[in-house]
T-cell receptor, first 113, second 111 residues
Framework: EPEVTQTPSHQVTQMGQEVILRCVPI?????FYWYRQILGQKVEFLVS????????KSEIFDDQFSVERPDGSNFTLKIRSTKLEDSAMYFC???????????FGPGTRLTVL | GQQLNQSPQSMFIQEGEDVSMNCTSS?????WLWYKQDPGEGPVLLIA?????ELTSNGRLTAQFGITRKDSFLNISASIPSDVGIYFC???????????FGGGTRVLVKP
């Protein structure tokens, strides 16, 4: 069964460094998303992406964040200058159509020291 | 602002018991999704609801979408140890729209 994959599974970085989190959405899906989950809290929306552009973003998704679909398969989230409070699980998700059933990847645990 | 409440926050189950959890929203949403999350993993989609009043089953799971489109419940029948985890309701309005997650119901096994 097709699934969303994410790499790396765990990323440790120093405050102020740039990180790129990678995702491969399900191949025939059209909509792509990033969410994050701080330990013990609920999942929060960051950004959605459709037709090669951002369609919606949250207040969390400030100028330090960017997304890109560099080719036909990958979808990346870049954090330019990480802060301690960026430590969280980051989930990529994708959906196909009007039904908006979103399928999540296993996540990348980002630890900022 | 919009409020989304999920209850209970946690519950203990004994193998074989039926359990129920629910989600209420102050706003109308067109699609309600129920997810399960195991520790250190991503949410896994269990059931999707699209029509007001809709009752949908997936194995031992049953979920219903309220008539007002502002609430839903999820039932697990004859619980087993692997039902342990966190269950989230997640709401959305249209294709490509963000999911708004509830706070989750943590299901634990009775000692």
């Amino acid at each position: 069964e097709p699934e969303v994959t994410q790499t790396p599974s765990h990323q440790v970085t120093q405050m102020g460094q740039e990180v790129i989190l990678r995702c491969v959405p399900i191949s025939n899906h059209l909509y792509f998303y990033w969410y994050r989950q701080i330990l013990g809290q609920k999942v929060e929306f960051l950004v959605s992406f459709y037709n090669n552009e951002i369609s919606e973003k949250s207040e969390i998704f400030d100028d330090q964040f960017s997304v890109e679909r560099p080719d036909g398969s990958n979808f990346t989230l870049k954090i330019r200058s990480t802060k301690l409070e960026d430590s969280a699980m980051y989930f990529c998700a994708s959906s196909q159509d009007q039904r908006n059933e979103q399928f999540f990847g296993p996540g990348t645990r980002l630890t900022v020291l | 602002g919009q409020q989304l409440n999920q209850s209970p926050q946690s519950m203990f189950i004994q193998e074989g018991e039926d359990v129920s959890m629910n989600c209420t929203s102050s706003s109308i949403f067109n699609t309600w999704l129920w997810y399960k999350q195991d520790p250190g993993e991503g949410p896994v989609l269990l059931i999707a609801l699209y029509k007001a009043g809709e009752l949908t089953s997936n194995g031992r799971l049953t979920a219903q979408f309220g008539i007002t489109r502002k609430d839903s419940f999820l039932n697990i029948s004859a619980s087993i140890p692997s039902d342990v985890g966190i269950y989230f309701c997640a709401l959305t309005r249209f294709a490509g729209n963000k999911l708004t997650f509830g706070g989750g119901t943590r299901v634990l096994v009775k000692p």
